[in-house]
């Protein structure tokens, strides 16, 4: 079976700065890594798909990258707005969702 | 603007089953683009896929939960529905439905159900 290895499992930054959460999957899954926002209280958000491709409506500060085993998720400026928790899903099999990654502001 | 929203009884008893509904507003199930799914986010916030329906004919069930999971497309009424029995604690979580690429990825998604699994 498939592990996804999210990391960190929490992160801490200022506004304005760049962030960057990792994915990694126990086996070769191609592009098939897709990132969720959470909000507190609320329903996972679908922000990328295919590893890179920003979904419509999605501000241009996120981003994706990677395919095969490693994959990023990088938020170039960090909003207020964005404090989260990041998940990633894999589907080369069926659906599997990393742990998540909790963004606080400093 | 598609709008997917859960009920169903916030509290299930131990062997019993637990039964959901997803209504669907502003689409229409009957769209051959795309499947319905469930899934549950456990007390730890992991998120657990637990199922798909592509127009009642082809269902897709995680493995582990396979052998007590249902789910089921209602089209006249535009909802579709999740069956689980019998059920224990563990399958206390938040249940959320959601329109699905194929079981590639979930969007939008319902704003989620608490279930309680307590005798």
């Known amino acids: 079976d498939i592990q996804m290895t999210q990391s960190p499992s929490s992160l801490s930054a200022s506004v304005g700065d760049r962030v960057t959460i990792t994915c990694q999957a126990s086996?070769?899954?191609?592009?098939?890594l897709n990132w969720y926002q959470q909000k507190p209280g609320k329903a996972p958000k679908l922000l990328i798909y295919?590893?890179?491709n920003l979904q419509t409506g999605v501000p241009s500060r996120f981003s994706g990258s990677g395919s095969g085993t490693d994959f990023t998720f990088t938020i170039s400026s960090l909003q207020p707005e964005d404090i989260a928790t990041y998940y990633c899903?894999?589907?080369?099999?069926?659906?599997?969702f990393g742990g998540g990654t909790k963004v606080e502001i400093k | 603007q598609l709008q997917l929203q859960e009920s169903g009884p916030g509290l299930v008893k131990p062997s019993e089953t637990l039964s959901l509904t997803c209504t669907v507003s502003?689409?229409?199930?009957?769209?051959?683009?795309?499947?319905w799914g469930w899934i549950r986010q456990l007390p730890g916030k992991r998120l657990e896929w637990i199922g798909s329906?592509?127009?009642?004919?082809?269902?897709y069930y995680n493995p582990p939960l396979k052998s007590r999971v249902t789910i089921s497309l209602d089209t006249s009424k535009n909802q579709f529905s999740l069956k689980l029995s019998p059920v224990t604690a563990a399958d206390t979580a938040v249940y959320y439905c959601?329109?699905?690429?194929?079981?590639?990825?979930?969007?939008?998604w319902g704003q989620g159900t608490l279930v309680t699994v307590s005798s």
């Open positions: 959601a329109r699905g690429v194929g079981i590639k990825w979930f969007d939008p």
């Open positions: 502003g689409g229409s199930l009957r769209s051959r683009h795309y499947y």
């Open positions: 329906i592509f127009h009642s004919e082809n269902t």
């Open positions: 086996q070769d899954i191609g592009k098939y």
């Open positions: 295919d590893s890179s």
């Open positions: 899903q894999q589907y080369d099999n069926l659906p599997l």
